[in-house]
């Protein structure tokens, strides 16, 4: 996972850590209500259920945990995750989605809290293990929003429910535009020498600028689509999303702002996201 942020701890971790805060607190509220039956509901994700992905957020709450507190115990997550390959994620959700339901909401709640205890107390400047380059706190805090929003739109699709876009998705968006060259190499590609220009309309209708207002290769659009995107909640064909380039338009196509193998994405939607 790329680094989103390079200044440290202190101003820039408050502040995504009181984001995270919020949305997680979103995402609690659409399952601390529910029947324990419609835990079992399928999500988008194949093979994943509610409980699955509140699971898997548990999971990797405590894994950063681990980062944050036990560097050095970090490198016995990277040798198992290196053993059982790409079913390690999946494992680690699938073990989780067999609690009861209340006992794994309270585990999620308690590690997210412990999480973001261990990040507010780190040093300035401290750079955490990960399966990946070393992270910021402030980095690891725009990660773990990213996930929880993005995990948070499976559950909300499997109810059935339409959330309101907020200006929380800044943190998602920021992170997909800095995974850009990620994206290209997981997949064995050259990643574009040059920036590329993103203009995104936030849920506000601000205008969200990243990159030079020069460069030849531009992404415009919805930002609440581009963070779909991003996040492989939606199809390309099912965004507003517009690509001026040949490398932008294969960035749109290979997005993805998580850790891990390349994902496969999702199948295409009539109508698209809203």
């Known amino acids: 996972m790329a680094d989103t942020d390079t200044a440290g701890t202190g101003g820039a971790v408050v502040a995504v850590l009181r984001d995270l805060a919020a949305e997680s607190e979103e995402v609690d509220a659409l399952v601390a209500d529910l029947d324990p039956a419609r835990w079992a509901l399928p999500t988008p994700a194949k093979g994943w259920t509610i409980a ?3 699971a898997h957020l548990a999971w990797t709450d405590d894994k950063a945990l681990v ?13 198992s995750a290196l053993a059982a390959g790409e079913s390690y994620v999946d494992e680690g959700a699938a073990e989780g989605a067999e609690l ?3 006992r794994l909401l309270g585990t999620w709640r308690r590690r997210r809290g412990q999480l973001a205890e261990a990040l507010r107390a ?3 400047g401290a ?18 929003l990213m996930e929880t929003w993005a995990h948070g739109q499976d559950i909300a699709d ?10 929380r998705l800044w943190h998602v968006a920021r992170l997909g535009v800095r995974t850009r060259d990620f994206a290209f190499a997981v997949r064995g590609l050259t990643p574009p020498a040059g920036e590329f220009r993103v203009e995104l309309t936030g849920p506000d209708g601000a205008t969200w600028a990243f990159g030079p207002a020069d460069a030849a290769q531009r992404i415009t659009g919805s930002a609440h ?3 779909l995107l991003v996040t492989q909640r939606t199809h ?9 380039g040949e490398q932008a338009a294969t960035w749109l196509e290979i997005a993805q702002a998580f850790a891990g193998p390349p994902g496969p994405g999702r199948a295409r939607a009539e109508g698209g996201p809203s």
Do not use: K, N
């Open 52 to 54: 699955h992905q509140i």
């Open 67 to 79: 980062a944050a507190t036990e560097p050095g115990r970090f490198e016995d997550e990277i040798a």
């Open 100 to 102: 009861p339901p209340d």
């Open 122 to 124: 780190l040093p300035e």
């Open 127 to 144: 750079r955490l293990p990960w399966f990946g380059p070393p992270m910021s706190a402030a980095s690891m805090a725009s990660a773990r």
């Open 158 to 167: 499997a109810l059935g429910v339409r959330r309101v876009p907020t200006a």
């Open 225 to 227: 689509h581009f963070c």
């Open 236 to 244: 390309r064909a099912d965004t507003d999303l517009r690509a001026d």
